[in-house]
T-cell receptor, first 116, second 112 residues
């Protein structure tokens, strides 16, 4: 099955600086990679996703890059703000389903702390 | 994801007791999923169902059971065989042909 590794487990940055979170995956058949943001006690919320036919996707201050050859993808947050403080999870399709129909395999999460 | 509801918000289980967590969606989504979240572990897949009357085991199905009698409902039963049930349980759903999974608000299960 799929194995997703996420680093770092904790990331502290100054407000206004950039933050980068990295994930690797093992199944070359995976073709969909979402990122979720989870605030304390809340449900995970999708913030951005990327499919394997593109190498980068941007949405305002958030971007995701994908390197299929190396099997890694990264989340980039620019001009960080206090409300960006949360736990971020990357995921990849589990169980060889390619697009995630059979569920997702998640990384263990990164606790992002924005220092004022 | 406002169309996915889970109840109760908190649930207490006594030793040897089976408990059932509810998940309902009014989004007309075809597939539904149950994940378990432990601190520092991320989310792990328990069971999933892509159509009514059919479901598959995920990575940690032991001690759990599900049913899918209606498209909008996917209840999860935590049986007495699950020896470490304390966790945050999240239900998710998606439309067939689309990858995005949307999560419900979760149920926190605690053992007395």
């Amino acid at each position: 099955g799929e194995n997703v590794e996420q680093h770092p487990s904790t990331l502290s940055v100054q407000e206004g600086d950039s933050a980068v979170i990295k994930c690797t995956y093992s199944d070359s058949a995976s073709n969909y990679f979402p990122w979720y943001k989870q605030e304390l006690g809340k449900r995970p919320q999708l913030i951005i996703d990327i499919r394997s036919n593109v190498g980068e996707k941007k949405d305002q201050r958030i971007a995701v890059t994908l390197n299929k050859t190396a099997k890694h993808f990264s989340l980039h947050i620019t001009e960080t703000q206090p409300e960006d403080s949360a736990v971020y999870f990357c995921a990849a399709p589990g169980r060889g389903s390619g697009g995630g129909a059979d569920g997702l395999t998640f990384g263990k999460g990164t606790h992002l702390i924005i220092q004022p | 994801d406002g169309g996915i509801t889970q109840s109760p918000k908190y649930l207490f289980r006594k030793e040897g007791q089976n408990v059932t967590l509810s998940c309902e969606q009014n989004l007309n989504h075809d597939a539904m999923y149950w994940y378990r979240q432990d601190p520092g572990q991320g989310l792990r897949l328990i069971y999933y169902s892509q159509i009514v009357n059919d479901f598959q085991k995920g990575d940690i199905a032991e001690g759990y059971s599900v049913s899918r009698e209606k498209k909008e409902s996917f209840p999860l039963t935590v049986t007495s065989a699950q020896k470490n049930p304390t966790a945050f349980y999240l239900c998710a759903s998606r439309v067939r042909g689309r990858e995005t999974q949307y999560f419900g608000p979760g149920t926190r299960l605690l053992v007395l």
